[in-house]
């Protein structure tokens, strides 16, 4: 892309986030991204190692407007019984000017934590959920 109209860049205001398929209206932020690990490939007649793709690590965060207690209660819910807790996490990017909309589900999500309790006076509160996930696809995304 050559050119672009500075319109066309995409404000968060307009994500989305559902989590088991439950809208999570309150969201404030998401990210996903998925980190790769080489391993070094020595090879003859060179003296710069080669890399070869050796494992992928998916890790996330959201960060959500404290409003209810459901997803830290699920999480506390399922750890006590000492089960793990999995979840599916789709988010949605999009803006009424870009040129599409981009929709990632990512699965087998497992928070990092249980926020049981986290305010402080006079501060508006908010939970942030660190998460690893073990597949991802893209549902929808934007070529243009």
Same mark, same amino acid.
């Given at each position: 892309?050559?050119?672009? *109209?500075?319109?066309? =860049?995409?404000?968060?205001?307009?994500?989305?986030?559902?989590?088991?398929?439950?809208?999570?209206?309150? *969201?404030?932020? !998401?990210?996903?991204? =998925?980190?790769?690990?080489?391993?070094?490939?020595?090879?003859?007649?060179?003296?710069?190692?080669?890399?070869?793709?050796? +494992?992928?690590? $998916?890790? $996330?965060?959201?960060?959500? &407007? &404290?409003?209810?207690?459901?997803?830290?209660? &699920?999480?506390?819910? +399922?750890?006590?019984? $000492?089960? %793990? #807790? /999995?979840?599916?996490?789709?988010?949605?990017?999009?803006? #009424?000017?870009?040129? $599409?909309?981009?929709? *990632? *589900?990512?699965? &087998? !999500? +497992?928070? /990092?934590?249980?926020?049981?309790?986290?305010?402080? =006076?006079? +501060?508006?509160?908010?939970?942030?959920?660190?998460? %690893?996930?073990?597949?991802?696809?893209?549902? /929808?995304?934007? /070529?243009?």
């Amino acid at each position: 892309m050559k050119q672009f *109209v500075s319109n066309q =860049v995409i404000n968060g205001t307009w994500g989305e986030l559902w989590v088991d398929d439950e809208y999570i209206g309150e *969201v404030v932020s !998401c990210k996903g991204e =998925v980190s790769i690990s080489y391993s070094d490939i020595s090879m003859v007649r060179s003296l710069t190692a080669g890399k070869k793709m050796t +494992k992928l690590e $998916g890790k $996330g965060s959201v960060k959500l &407007h &404290h409003i209810r207690s459901n997803i830290s209660k &699920h999480i506390s819910d +399922k750890i006590k019984r $000492g089960q %793990t #807790p /999995d979840f599916k996490i789709i988010t949605k990017l999009s803006d #009424p000017d870009a040129l $599409g909309a981009e929709r *990632v *589900v990512f699965y &087998h !999500c +497992k928070f /990092d934590k249980a926020i049981l309790m986290d305010w402080e =006076v006079q +501060k508006n509160t908010e939970e942030s959920y660190s998460f %690893t996930f073990e597949d991802w696809n893209y549902l /929808d995304n934007i /070529d243009a």
